[in-house]
């Protein structure tokens, strides 16, 4: 590839503590376009993607990197009008780990945007590569935020969803989201060499290493917290997280509760805590 295709942001009208100043969504291509997570279903965002399409111009390809209502419930009216397929991971339960699989009986639902009406006409697995004719994409899967969750590699430059964000950290919240899986899929990035972050919320991430090693450092820190925390005996996920998230607004503290449960399960498998009776968010923790 000599030359970068024209990239472009259109950013919906859904902020919120969770989406920042709300959801990009990204056009590639000079003339048949692909849309990366058209987004909320928002007739307002419908309409300025279809505007956004000029004269010569075509979109060939709808691409969700999750299944999260903010990122991919537009998908069904935008292919409907526009006649293109629309293609990701799967559908919003798929990809989960055997352990997730297992776990996901048996917690209780968490309200954190699923779109479980998400049905995707073409599956995408780990480096899949599409093809436009000024611009080709490779499939990088990224479990952690969601089993299903993918970043889109264009060169060095990728389209990271909400697995790299500049403005925030992803939220891990099980059995969707899958710390092991989180760490791993970072580790895999770090290994890379990018020039560039397009996040699917916030600007984009200029120095993509820093941002990595700061993530991870970030969740290193989280773990090592909650072990301290429960060098002071056995605790509730709660106690926990009124201990650790100190500074956070009230509404955001059932999320950093599911953090630090993601948190829990990740250090469980690796015997480092126990749970009692058993994993679950009601469960007593402790460490080994």
């Known amino acids: 590839m000599t030359s970068l295709p024209p990239i472009r942001t259109l950013r919906a009208a859904n902020p919120s503590p969770l989406t920042g100043t709300g959801t990009n969504t990204w056009l590639l291509g000079a003339t048949e376009l692909a849309v ?20 010569g111009q075509r ?5 969700v990197t999750h299944a999260h209502l ?16 629309i293609l990701a991971f799967g559908t919003a339960t798929e990809g989960r780990s055997p352990l997730m699989r297992r776990l996901a009986p048996s917690l209780p639902p968490h309200g954190e945007g699923l779109d479980l009406d ?25 479990p952690g935020h969601l089993g299903g969750h993918l970043c889109l590699a264009l060169g ?21 989201g899958d710390m092991s899986a989180y760490m791993a899929s ?18 984009p991430v200029e120095n993509p290493r820093q941002r990595l090693d700061e993530l991870v450092t970030h969740r290193l820190q989280r773990e090592a917290q909650i072990l301290q925390a429960l060098n002071d005996g056995p605790a509730r996920i709660p106690t926990l997280a009124a201990r650790i998230y100190r ?14 449960f993601a948190h829990l399960i990740d250090l469980t498998s690796r015997n480092l805590t126990m749970a009692a009776p058993a994993l679950h968010p009601e469960a007593e923790y402790s460490r080994l």
Do not use: K
């Open 247 to 260: 500074d956070i607004p009230v509404q955001l503290l059932p999320a950093a509760e599911r953090n630090v």
């Open 118 to 142: 998400f049905t995707p006409d073409e599956r995408l697995s780990d480096s899949t590569t599409l093809h436009g004719p000024d611009w080709s994409l490779a499939a990088v899967h990224t």
């Open 156 to 176: 060095d430059i990728l389209f990271s969803g909400d697995h790299v964000m500049g403005w925030s950290t992803s939220v891990v919240s099980p059995p969707d």
């Open 70 to 85: 903010d990122h991919s419930a537009l998908a069904p009216r935008l292919a409907a009008i526009t006649g293109a397929p």
């Open 186 to 203: 970072m580790a895999r990035l770090q290994s890379q060499s990018w020039s560039r972050f397009l996040p699917g919320h916030g600007d």
């Open 59 to 63: 979109i060939s390809h709808i691409l």
């Open 36 to 55: 990366i997570d058209p987004g909320p279903d928002l007739p307002a965002h419908l309409e300025s993607i279809l505007a956004a399409v000029g004269p």
